[in-house]
């Protein structure tokens, strides 16, 4: 069989799977508006409740899912080609730690509540810290992609314990409740925090678009040089997206782990490692599985709403320890 008719069938395949991803898009966003203790036609509302209860929660907490479920995973896929690791991923490498250390920080010292742009350009600058650390220990050769990982669990549990810290000594109420939105909520979203789309689309629209190159990239440095691609400069572009992405995304809701994990990974195993098409799929399917496991954060208990941070966990966590087995064994 001949080489083209073998990239032409690899192509259909992603072809394939870019129309089947949409279509379940389309569907899971329609289930996730209709869905609730009041089920609600979202092509036609009955009543000014239905109405208010499709536009003021359901449609801005659908938004916001596929938002931030495409950043996490497409962040997630350029982390994994960057540091040369498969088990890259924001939350898992601290990244989103350091995004939602410094948030707590500012409104630990704050005497006002933070803009949603100040709460954005916070969570990014801790994301974009930590984000240099590790870019900056994987450029070592002493420093192996197993401890590179242990490094970033490490600051994780930093942040963690930090931000752990703070609440103890905040006798703020507000703050307290925060460790609710800290655990990956999307529950209070609303229109004005919903500003920061207008950041975080054309950031992913562009990032989406950086796959070629890191097909060049996944190459080696020397021979990226060599094919005429600025190396720095398409490292560091990087790392102050996926920085923006991924504190846009913790300052809508929170800690939302292990998307940025299982997404790329999975269509990695399913579908190959051509990033120009693994790129706009895992932020399709990263969305998708967001909005499915807020939904089911919605509807799994009666009159109760679920960290979708503790959902995400509960789904990624047997997939995270089969993927590090695996590597064992590889």
């Given at each position: 069989?001949?080489?083209?008719?073998?990239?032409?069938?690899?192509?259909?395949?992603?072809?394939?799977?870019?129309?089947?991803?949409?279509?379940?898009?389309?569907?899971?966003?329609?289930?996730?508006?209709?869905?609730?203790e009041?089920?609600?036609?979202?092509?036609?509302?009955?009543?000014?409740?239905?109405?208010?209860?499709?536009?003021?929660?359901?449609?801005?907490?659908?938004?916001?899912?596929?938002?931030?479920?495409?950043?996490?995973?497409?962040?997630?896929?350029?982390?994994?080609?960057?540091?040369?690791?498969?088990?890259?991923?924001?939350?898992?490498?601290?990244?989103?730690?350091?995004?939602?250390?410094?948030?707590?920080?500012?409104?630990?010292?704050?005497?006002?509540?933070?803009?949603?742009?100040?709460?954005?350009?916070?969570?990014?600058?801790?994301?974009l810290?930590?984000?240099?650390?590790?870019?900056?220990?994987?450029?070592?050769?002493?420093?192996?992609?197993?401890?590179?990982?242990?490094?970033?669990?490490?600051?994780?549990?930093?942040?963690?314990?930090?931000?752990?810290?703070?609440?103890?000594?905040?006798?703020?109420?507000?703050?307290?409740?925060?460790?609710?939105?800290?655990?990956?909520s999307?529950g209070?979203v609303?229109?004005?925090?919903?500003?920061?789309?207008?950041?975080?689309?054309p950031?992913?629209a562009?990032?989406?678009?950086?796959?070629?190159?890191?097909?060049?990239?996944?190459?080696?440095?020397?021979?990226?040089?060599?094919?005429?691609?600025?190396?720095?400069?398409?490292?560091?572009?990087?790392?102050?997206?996926?920085?923006?992405?991924?504190?846009?995304?913790?300052?809508?809701?929170?800690?939302?782990?292990?998307?940025?994990?299982?997404?790329?990974?999975?269509?990695?195993?399913?579908?190959?490692?051509?990033?120009?098409?693994?790129?706009?799929?895992?932020?399709?399917?990263?969305?998708?599985?967001?909005?499915?496991?807020?939904?089911?954060?919605?509807?799994?208990?009666?009159?109760?709403?679920?960290?979708?941070?503790?959902?995400?966990?509960?789904?990624?966590?047997?997939?995270?320890?089969?993927?590090?087995?695996?590597?064992?064994?590889?």
């Open positions: 069989m001949s080489l083209n008719v073998l990239l032409a069938r690899q192509q259909s395949r992603w072809r394939f799977s870019f129309w089947l991803i949409v279509s379940l898009l389309i569907v899971v966003c329609f289930f996730s508006l209709s869905v609730g009041l089920w609600i036609k979202p092509w036609a509302p009955e009543g000014d409740l239905e109405q208010q209860l499709l536009l003021q929660l359901r449609l801005p907490r659908l938004l916001a899912a596929l938002a931030i479920g495409a950043s996490l995973a497409s962040s997630g896929a350029v982390l994994q080609v960057l540091l040369g690791n498969p088990l890259a991923e924001p939350g898992v490498l601290g990244i989103s730690g350091g995004a939602s250390l410094a948030l707590v920080a500012v409104l630990f010292f704050l005497p006002f509540a933070p803009s949603p742009m100040l709460t954005m350009f916070t969570a990014m600058g801790g994301a810290l930590f984000t240099m650390i590790l870019v900056g220990l994987s450029r070592r050769r002493s420093v192996s992609m197993t401890r590179l990982l242990l490094i970033g669990v490490a600051l994780g549990i930093l942040s963690s314990a930090v931000i752990t810290w703070a609440f103890y000594f905040s006798d703020d109420l507000s703050m307290r409740q925060l460790m609710y939105w800290l655990m990956g999307l209070g609303n229109w004005q925090q919903l500003s920061l789309l207008f950041f975080i689309v950031v992913l562009v990032l989406c678009c950086q796959g070629k190159k890191l097909d060049i990239l996944m190459l080696g440095e020397l021979h990226a040089r060599q094919l005429g691609l600025n190396v720095t400069t398409l490292r560091w572009k990087l790392i102050l997206m996926v920085s923006l992405l991924v504190g846009s995304a913790v300052a809508l809701a929170g800690i939302i782990g292990f998307i940025g994990l299982v997404v790329p990974h999975l269509i990695r195993l399913m579908l190959g490692t051509e990033n120009r098409f693994l790129l706009p799929l895992s932020a399709l399917a990263g969305g998708v599985l967001l909005v499915v496991a807020d939904t089911l954060s919605r509807i799994l208990l009666p009159s109760a709403d679920l960290p979708v941070g503790v959902v995400t966990t509960s789904l990624g966590a047997p997939v995270f320890i089969w993927m590090l087995m695996r590597a064992e064994l590889d």
